[in-house]
């Protein structure tokens, strides 16, 4: 659960708890981006030169007591990704 909101947390999270977000050059792994870039290029024809964290839905409390639910859908460049991914479930060698 993100509680204070602060710049990059979900991603410092993320990434401290051995799950960093794919693309992040800031908290990420750099070899292992690279791997997966070269990957998705090569084997899915996919160029992802972003990062690749999506909040598709935010569930805010409201002074009422009741609860606001806001809810985006996936960009179709992730949409692409994760069906990608999907096809061919085997990731790259991750480097050491």
């Known amino acids: 659960e993100i509680v204070t909101g602060r710049t990059h947390q979900i991603r410092r999270h993320l990434a401290g708890a051995g799950q960093p977000v794919l693309m992040d050059d800031k908290h990420g792994q750099f070899k292992a981006n690279k791997a997966w870039a070269r990957a998705?290029?090569?084997?899915?024809?996919?160029?992802?030169?972003?990062?690749?964290?999506?909040?598709?839905?935010?569930?805010?409390?409201?002074?009422?007591?009741?609860?606001?639910?806001?809810?985006?859908?996936?960009?179709?460049?992730?949409?692409?990704?994760?069906?990608?991914?999907?096809?061919?479930s085997t990731p790259p060698e991750r480097p050491a």
């Open 40 to 88: 998705l290029r090569d084997q899915l024809d996919l160029r992802v030169k972003h990062l690749c964290l999506h909040s598709w839905r935010a569930v805010l409390p409201r002074s009422d007591g009741n609860k606001l639910t806001l809810e985006a859908p996936w960009p179709a460049a992730l949409t692409a990704l994760a069906e990608g991914l999907r096809a061919d």
